[in-house]
């Protein structure tokens, strides 16, 4: 399920970012003969990352401080 609302302009080739189930994709990553490979997962070392998020990264290039990420090798925050 794509969720249709942009949330703003892929850094890669400038189409629209949207919203998956289970990532934020380029409009052109999705098509049949994806153009584009901009991708950013919502769970990335066990922290959400929340629309707000993606729309900030995407607007200004970063995000606020994000905590709580947790080590695959150590499981440690």
Not at 23 to 28: A, F, G, I, R
């Amino acid at each position: 399920m794509i969720n249709p609302e942009s949330l703003g302009k892929c850094p890669v080739d400038g189409g629209n970012v949207l919203e998956t189930v289970t990532s934020y994709y380029c409009e052109h990553a999705l098509e049949e003969k994806a153009t584009c490979k901009f991708r950013i997962g919502k769970m990335i070392l066990s922290q959400e990352i929340s629309r707000e998020h993606v729309k900030s990264l995407l607007e200004k290039g970063k995000t606020e401080l994000l905590r709580g990420f947790v080590s695959q090798r150590t499981k440690r925050k």
